[in-house]
């Protein structure tokens, strides 16, 4: 078992910056695939980004590309997403996500995923 934990969530104006992290507990020593996603009011989640066991394989949505950065500090367990340029329609639940499985594949689809966090808040003004 994995638990993750999100935080770094927050109200922020467009065009603005956030840095969210998730930290793992539970069964570490093994690395895992982990990933964003999002999930807006009304809609379905939503793939924001994914990296590889090692952080040098990312993938991002179509629209976070160019933006939002995903990264990790495998040593501190944690996962980072650093959100630039944010607009109105970022605001969402941010959930971080593991995956145990072994692929090359991009994880874009949340159902490849064996563990999630709680989620955390983003709102945009504009």
């Known amino acids: 078992q994995v638990q993750l934990v999100e935080s770094g969530g927050g109200l922020v104006q467009a065009g603005g910056s956030l840095r969210l992290s998730c930290v793992a507990s539970?069964?570490?020593?093994?690395?895992?695939?982990m990933g964003w996603f999002r999930q807006a009011p009304g809609k379905e989640r939503e793939f924001v980004a994914t990296?590889?066991?090692?952080?040098?394989?990312?993938h991002y949505g179509d629209s976070v590309m160019g933006r939002f950065t995903i990264s990790r500090a495998n040593a501190k367990n944690t996962l980072y997403l650093q959100m630039d340029s944010l607009t109105p329609e970022d605001t969402a639940v941010y959930y971080c996500?593991?995956?145990?499985?072994?692929?090359?594949?991009?994880?874009?689809?949340?159902?490849?995923?064996?563990?999630w966090g709680q989620g955390t808040q983003v709102t945009v003004s504009s």
């Open positions: 996500a593991a995956a145990q499985a072994f692929t090359n594949v991009p994880m874009r689809n949340d159902l490849d995923y064996d563990w």
């Open positions: 539970g069964r570490t020593e093994r690395r895992y695939i």
């Open positions: 990296i590889s066991r090692g952080g040098g394989t990312t």
